[in-house]
């Protein structure tokens, strides 16, 4: 059984900075490509940025430039560094495979820019 736990979610200013990480238990954690998504209020959930197994990152668009996926196989965690942040990125952000599989989705954690 897969369980996906993020934290490090929080309060932070426009322009400022936050680390999200996701502990996986339960399952060969290097086999999988895994994927950082997030959900706004009133909106679908929708991909981030993922890192294959071999850990080559890949970012929407929205992102790019401002956001960092990375993994530890050793620690079965995956992280997302968050810089320049703005009010838009606003979510509660989750972990999963990529692409997501629907029994792994966890409770996530909320990430609001706001001054």
């Known amino acids: 059984q897969v369980q996906l736990v993020e934290s490090g979610g929080g309060l932070v200013q426009p322009g400022g900075s936050q680390r999200l990480s996701c502990a996986a238990s339960g399952t060969i954690f290097t086999s999988y490509a895994m994927g950082w998504y997030r959900q706004a209020p009133g909106k679908q959930r929708g991909l981030v940025a993922f890192i294959t197994s071999s850990g080559s990152p890949n970012y929407v668009d929205s992102v790019k430039g401002r956001f960092t996926i990375s993994r530890d196989n050793a620690k079965n965690t995956v992280y997302l560094q968050m810089n320049s942040l703005k009010p838009e990125d606003t979510a509660r952000y989750y972990c999963?495979?990529?692409?997501?599989?629907?029994?792994?989705w966890g409770q996530g954690t909320q990430v609001t820019v706001s001054s």
């Open positions: 999963n495979t990529y692409p997501g599989h629907y029994d792994y």
